[in-house]
């Protein structure tokens, strides 16, 4: 469930800043393996900390924004939690 959702966070924060600083931004994190077209394809560590650190990142970016953007796509995922 990990790998998708942070798929869809990936592709949802696209959307505002740009693939670009996106993927940037999510190649940094430690444990988060992406294939060429950004898509999450292998989580090495905790997955719920590496999706902390992912959201942080785009956070820092645009602030509340970048949470509020994505917290649709959570319905999707009622036993994650942010």
């Not at 990990?2 to 931004?25: A, H, R, T």
């Not at 988060?32 to 942080?56: A, E, F, R, T, Y």
């Not at 970016?61 to 994650?80: M, R, T």
């Amino acid at each position: 469930k990990y790998l998708q959702l942070l798929s869809e966070i990936i592709i949802k924060e696209s959307v505002i800043l740009g693939p670009d600083i996106v993927l940037s931004k999510a190649k940094n994190i430690g444990g988060l393996i992406l294939n060429d077209s950004g898509n999450v394809i292998n989580i090495k560590g905790d997955p719920n900390n590496i999706l902390h650190m992912l959201i942080n990142e785009y956070i820092d970016i645009v602030g509340d924004i970048a949470k509020e953007s994505i917290e649709p796509i959570f319905e999707k995922y009622p036993l994650i939690r942010i």
